[in-house]
């Protein structure tokens, strides 16, 4: 059984990211909805982070890095790249309780840098899967929020209930948040250092 996992993805169970030496009393829980109707799910999710869009930004499209701070994935790379596209090949292994999943994924990407991803599956054999990952700007902090429509052809996702679907949404939205976060930290350590040296 394979699944697709995108800036976002579809329903990776990750694991929780550990506590990280960044001030987090800023950012939001991470709010996720997962609807089902027919043979189409719905997933959507946001949150509210205090760091910059451009570190936000920098972490939705890290592709060539994700697995290094996407638990579960084992591999993600940039197959394609202009100033507008992204081609993205993904893989890992979700634990779906005492059995293992196998996935592997390619996405075509439209970017609008800063503002919006616009992903579609064009590789795999989880099924169609589309979504859109947008970026604003409110009191300072970043939004992001996450919408997605999906027909999954594997019939054990595709009979996961809406609420084992949503903890997995919470888990990944959760460890991009955290990632963020964690490189504002190391932003500012580092600009800190830089002025006492002078």
Same mark, same amino acid.
């Given at each position: 059984?394979?699944?697709?996992?995108?800036?976002?993805?579809?329903?990776?169970?990750?694991?929780?990211?550990?506590?990280?030496?960044?001030?987090?009393?800023?950012?939001?829980?991470?709010?996720?909805?997962?609807?089902?109707?027919?043979?189409?799910?719905?997933?959507?999710?946001?949150?509210?982070?205090?760091?910059?869009?451009?570190?936000?930004?920098?972490?939705?499209?890290?592709?060539?890095?994700?697995?290094?701070?996407?638990?579960?994935?084992?591999?993600?790379?940039? #197959?394609? &790249?202009?100033? *507008?596209? !992204?081609?993205? %090949?993904?893989?890992?292994?979700?634990?779906? +309780?005492?059995?293992? =999943?196998?996935?592997?994924?390619?996405?075509?990407?439209?970017?609008?840098?800063?503002?919006?991803?616009?992903?579609?599956?064009?590789?795999?054999?989880?099924?169609?899967?589309?979504?859109?990952?947008?970026?604003?700007?409110?009191?300072?902090?970043?939004?992001?929020?996450?919408?997605?429509?999906?027909?999954?052809?594997?019939?054990?996702?595709?009979?996961?209930?809406?609420?084992?679907?949503?903890?997995? #949404?919470? &888990?990944?939205? *959760?460890? !991009?948040?955290? %990632?963020?976060?964690?490189?504002?930290?190391? +932003?500012?350590?580092? =600009?800190?250092?830089?002025?006492?040296?002078?």
């Amino acid at each position: 059984m394979r699944l697709l996992i995108s800036l976002a993805g579809a329903l990776a169970l990750l694991a929780c990211w550990p506590a990280l030496a960044a001030d987090t009393s800023a950012a939001s829980p991470v709010a996720a909805h997962v609807e089902k109707k027919g043979e189409t799910v719905t997933l959507e999710s946001e949150f509210t982070v205090p760091v910059s869009r451009e570190i936000a930004w920098e972490v939705l499209t890290d592709f060539d890095h994700m697995a290094s701070y996407v638990p579960n994935l084992s591999s993600s790379k940039i #197959l394609e &790249h202009t100033d *507008t596209t !992204m081609k993205v %090949e993904q893989k890992g292994v979700v634990p779906l +309780g005492i059995f293992h =999943a196998s996935y592997d994924s390619i996405r075509q990407m439209e970017l609008k840098p800063m503002t919006e991803i616009r992903a579609k599956s064009v590789g795999g054999d989880s099924g169609p899967l589309t979504s859109i990952s947008t970026l604003s700007e409110k009191n300072g902090q970043t939004v992001v929020s996450y919408h997605a429509e999906w027909t999954p052809t594997s019939k054990l996702v595709g009979s996961l209930g809406t609420g084992t679907a949503r903890d997995q #949404l919470l &888990h990944q939205f *959760t460890a !991009m948040e955290q %990632e963020m976060l964690r490189r504002a930290h190391k +932003g500012k350590t580092e =600009a800190a250092s830089g002025t006492a040296a002078q």
